[in-house]
């Protein structure tokens, strides 16, 4: 796990590049299997950060700073809401509430920000390793 966490700067930059080229990819080609290649590579990238993010949040070896707690509080509420969503589809419940529609709304507008954030929390982690170890 440890060797999964040292690399953990180079596989979100890796995901996010190939995401980054993929939607320059459409923008170009328009082909219709990128469009799909777009969608997995999003999640993919959603479920790598989030458990990288988790298991560092649970370790002692990294502090708990206010970004990495408000990236675990605010993606934990995006994938609890985006289980539910599922779920209420599965078994075919219908919410009428107008509140209920903000929730994909508020996934559109903070996915992009928590990649982001995770990045950057990732780049951290690994500046204040290198310190450590020099130290």
């Known amino acids: 796990m440890k060797t999964l966490i040292s690399y953990d700067p180079r596989i979100q930059q ?16 328009q082909k219709d299997f990128l469009y799909i290649s777009i969608f ?23 502090p708990k700073t206010d970004s990495r707690k408000v990236y675990i509080f605010v993606s934990t509420y995006i994938v609890i809401t985006f289980l539910l969503f599922i779920v209420f589809n599965l078994i075919k419940i219908e919410v009428d509430f107008s509140f209920f529609e903000w929730i994909p709304i508020s996934w559109i507008i903070l996915s992009p920000v928590l990649m982001i954030q995770s990045l950057v ?6 500046e204040d390793n290198k310190t450590i170890d020099h130290a």
Do not use: G, M, P
């Open 14 to 29: 890796t995901l996010f590049i190939l995401f980054l080229t993929t939607i320059l990819a459409i923008a170009v080609t």
């Open 40 to 62: 997995v590579e999003f999640f993919l990238i959603a479920f790598v950060q989030y458990s990288l993010n988790i298991i560092k949040f649970l370790s002692k070896e990294y």
């Open 121 to 126: 929390i990732s780049f951290y982690d690994k």
